[in-house]
T-cell receptor
């Protein structure tokens, strides 16, 4: 079963707008939460990551918000650009493996 | 620093055949993990190798097997291919005990 639930499945945003992707999990053993960006025909590339003792992490236009009590985390892409059009995956780590969400395809319209 | 590389890029096989996929880990990384990504889905963990031994396994049947070599490169072998094995196979490398994994470009396997 899907250990990490991700929504929405897809979203369209205008250039300069904000993209928000949400993820939820149940397994409290997860202790590291990365986001990956994947372009068609390529492997996932690590974008940004957070640990559960931090509520927010920002790197450039990308911000992760983390709510440990709700077991939810989200990715915000500020000032979205056409080059951000890709599929984004949230993931969670326990022991030795990553469990991925189903992915969100983001399309940025110029 | 060399990133994760995989070969071949694409592969077409028929049902019942066997396939071997190869991965070279990022320089300095001693752990290799394999994931299967079906079309339109997130990657699913197959197994991980460290010190040439399987270090953990996901929900995949025994016909999925692997090897790790002394130089930390790795192979994924799949026997008795089924149509549902068609997917992008991803290799990821890391340092043992660390949770940050770096992925290769993948091998696209099509089973006819």
């Amino acid at each position: 079963q899907q250990q990490v639930k991700q929504s929405p499945q897809s979203l369209i945003v205008q250039k300069g707008g904000i993209s928000i992707i949400n993820c939820a999990y149940e397994n409290t053993a997860f202790d590291y939460f990365p986001w990956y960006q994947q372009f068609p025909g390529k492997g996932p590339a690590l974008l940004i990551a957070i640990r559960p003792d931090v509520s927010e992490k920002k790197e450039g236009r990308f911000t992760i918000s983390f709510n440990k009590s709700a077991k939810q985390f989200s990715l915000h892409i500020m000032d979205s650009q056409p080059g951000d059009s890709a599929t984004y995956f949230c993931a969670a780590w326990d022991d030795y493996k990553l469990s991925f969400g189903a992915g969100t395809t983001v399309t940025v319209r110029a | 620093e060399t990133g994760v590389t995989q070969s071949p890029t694409h592969l077409i096989k028929t049902r019942g055949q066997q396939v071997t996929l190869r991965c070279s880990s990022q320089s300095g990384h001693n752990t290799v993990s394999w994931y299967q990504q079906a079309l339109g889905q997130g990657p699913q963990f197959i197994f991980q190798y460290y010190r040439e031994e399987e270090n953990g396994r996901g929900n995949f049947p025994p016909r999925f097997s692997g090897l790790q070599f002394p130089n930390y490169s790795s192979e994924l072998n799949v026997n008795a291919l089924e149509l549902d094995d068609s997917a992008l196979y991803l290799c990821a490398s890391s340092l043992v005990g660390e949770d940050t994994q770096y992925f290769g470009p993948g091998t696209r396997l099509t089973v006819l």
